[in-house]
């Protein structure tokens, strides 16, 4: 308990709090349009054909010189291309990417400011995280102080979900069981792999290994601001995946197996035009889509599971 409360106060230090909540969602995506428009206009400024200049008239005897020199040729890094193929982020690295990306993430959204809460949801977080085979990990757990419905996940085991997805909860078995799914993105490297393809894709510079851990700036540099790998989300399989895993280690912590479903099945009632999915279903799959990967994969498995809801001892938020 005292480690999920010395957490929080790390948290809290580590990250500039403004006096009033963000609109997450809407910060989010005016990040990542701003991404978007910047790599536009760079590719649209590389790909412009050169405007060849006015032909003057050659000397006579003299040989016609070409309208343009031959372009030259893009240099390629090896070793880049060859981590992005086969290589992997050490433990380090993992853990400095994600720390940047969260730290991206708290600069713009705040923690509640419930102590309770915030220990609460720890402590959830790390029984369910020891179930899932990366005790390496230094697991860490927050509640955004947004109304949006979403939550996140950063490699190194940097999980949060927003206030607006709490409020959604029943029971903490639905609890562990998205923070299951979050996990789930971390063990199985999805965001680091999104990385590694982004790399390969736009040949950034600083993304071999021997490059990345010289210093913080490589790492931001690799990441951006952090806003475009949350906000442009994963790829739909990606997100069944750690709906399967998520559900998984909820059973292997003793909770009910059911309890994704549930919140899955909750949020695909919600008003289609509820301006608090916003952003969740530019990032996911939509809910009714994800419960029905998610019982095509299950099937009949997980009928004989027994595990606790807890309902009494969830935290309500007030």
Sequence with gaps: MR???ALLLLFMAGSPLSAQAFDLGKLLEERINQELEKRDKSRQQQSA????????PAPAGAQS?????PPARQKVDAAQIGFALF??????????????????????????????LQRYVNE?????????????????FGVLDSDAINAFAAPGGYIFVTRGLYRLLNSEA?????????IAHVTQKHHLKLLKQSSLIGALGQAASNKVKDS??????LIGNGAEIMARGLDKEAEFEADRIGMVYAARAGYDPWGLPNVLQD?????AKDSRTSLLYKTHPHPADRLSALGAAVGDRMDNVRGKELSGRFYRLP
Excluded at 49 to 56: E, G, I, L, S, T
Excluded at 65 to 69: D, G
């Design 3 to 5: 480690a999920a409360l």
């Design 87 to 116: 290589g992997d982020y050490s433990l380090e690295e993992e853990n400095r990417i994600g720390r940047q990306i969260a730290g991206n993430l708290l600069g713009a959204a705040r923690l509640v400011p419930d102590a309770a």
């Design 216 to 221: 913080d700036p490589a790492i931001q540099n």
């Design 124 to 140: 959830v977080g790390q029984w369910v995280a020891q179930h899932s085979g990366r005790p390496e990990l230094s697991w860490r």
């Design 267 to 271: 949020m695909a009632a919600l008003p």
């Design 65 to 69: 010189a070409a309208a343009s020199p």
């Design 49 to 56: 054909p050169a405007q060849a200049a006015p032909a003057q």
């Design 174 to 182: 639905e609890l562990a069981g998205v923070l299951g799914h979050e």
